[in-house]
């Protein structure tokens, strides 16, 4: 199985270190109707590329379940997809959740090594490109809206959905990275200890999410601050330029 998709963002705002390119301020309501189109589309991207991984390595469980697919209704799941994002935006002023993780079965990989390691990667890879085209949709519509001024409201709003693009999906990729099982960086990880260790590593897999929840909770900065320092980077001052002003 692969792990859960996090949603998690603080509301209508980039992570602090990029506050200086904040998206349109909204009410709480607008805010998470703009979260959720981005969100929804991140963690779909994400869990089908683990299919499609999956598939390209010899597994075809989620082809065969129905999973490789890019319908949202088959990636929800009805407390960690919509109960528990609303639950947590509108009581705590952060979204957390995830989608349902995309079945995998490891032995029918050609090769298991190299392909767990692939399938793992694959969803924090396409979240890391869809980031990128983020970027050059901010830098496209700016450059639209600062010759098409009588569109500049749509145009507001739909560079400030990319931003969220950019911040979503850097914190979906670098979120998965961190070596804490069932997360995919921990998928790589236990290759790299011994055999022993490794096995050891894995089962602490049953306590992931609690201990993931208990570092975000009493060291937020250790998941937190790269993804400040890549987001910082993404929407850094270069971008300045290119950001409309104006509309709302």
Same mark, same amino acid.
């Given at each position: 199985?692969?792990?859960?998709?996090?949603?998690?963002?603080?509301?209508?705002?980039?992570?602090?270190?990029?506050?200086?390119?904040?998206?349109?301020?909204?009410?709480?309501?607008?805010?998470?109707?703009?979260?959720?189109?981005?969100?929804?589309?991140?963690?779909?991207?994400?869990?089908?590329?683990?299919?499609?991984?999956?598939?390209?390595?010899?597994?075809?469980?989620?082809?065969?379940?129905?999973?490789?697919?890019?319908?949202?209704?088959?990636?929800?799941?009805?407390?960690?997809?919509?109960?528990?994002?609303?639950?947590?935006?509108?009581?705590?002023?952060?979204?957390?959740?995830?989608?349902?993780?995309?079945?995998?079965?490891?032995?029918?990989?050609?090769?298991?090594?190299?392909?767990?390691?692939?399938?793992?990667?694959?969803?924090?890879? &396409?979240?890391? /490109? #869809?980031?990128? $085209?983020?970027?050059?949709?901010?830098?496209? *519509?700016?450059?639209?809206?600062?010759? @098409?001024?009588?569109?500049?409201?749509?145009?507001?709003?739909?560079?400030?959905?990319?931003?969220?693009?950019?911040?979503?999906?850097?914190?979906?990729?670098?979120?998965?990275?961190?070596?804490?099982?069932?997360?995919?960086?921990?998928?790589?990880?236990?290759?790299?200890?011994?055999?022993?260790?490794?096995?050891?590593?894995?089962?602490?897999?049953?306590?992931?999410?609690?201990? &993931?929840?208990? /570092? #975000?909770?009493? $060291?937020?900065?250790?998941?937190?601050?790269? *993804?400040?320092?890549?987001?910082?980077? @993404?929407?850094?001052?270069?971008?300045?330029?290119?950001?409309?002003?104006?509309?709302?």
């Amino acid at each position: 199985m692969r792990a859960i998709t996090p949603l998690f963002a603080r509301y209508a705002r980039p992570v602090p270190a990029c506050t200086h390119l904040r998206p349109v301020e909204l009410d709480k309501v607008a805010s998470f109707l703009l979260f959720v189109p981005v969100l929804l589309f991140s963690m779909i991207a994400h869990e089908y590329a683990h299919g499609y991984a999956a598939l390209r390595q010899g597994d075809a469980t989620a082809y065969q379940l129905g999973r490789l697919t890019w319908n949202p209704i088959k990636h929800i799941d009805p407390f960690m997809s919509i109960l528990l994002p609303i639950l947590t935006f509108f009581v705590w002023g952060f979204m957390f959740g995830g989608a349902k993780p995309v079945p995998v079965n490891p032995r029918n990989y050609r090769s298991y090594k190299r392909g767990d390691i692939i399938v793992s990667l694959a969803g924090v890879a &396409v979240n890391f /490109v #869809i980031a990128i $085209a983020c970027i050059a949709l901010v830098v496209i *519509i700016g450059v639209v809206g600062q010759r @098409a001024r009588g569109a500049l409201p749509e145009l507001i709003l739909l560079q400030s959905m990319m931003m969220y693009g950019v911040l979503f999906n850097i914190l979906l990729a670098i979120f998965n990275l961190i070596p804490i099982p069932p997360l995919d960086g921990s998928h790589v990880v236990k290759y790299l200890l011994p055999p022993a260790w490794s096995l050891q590593y894995q089962r602490a897999g049953r306590y992931g999410l609690i201990i &993931v929840f208990a /570092v #975000i909770l009493f $060291a937020p900065r250790l998941v937190f601050g790269p *993804i400040n320092f890549a987001s910082s980077i @993404a929407l850094g001052s270069w971008l300045q330029p290119f950001i409309l002003r104006g509309g709302f």
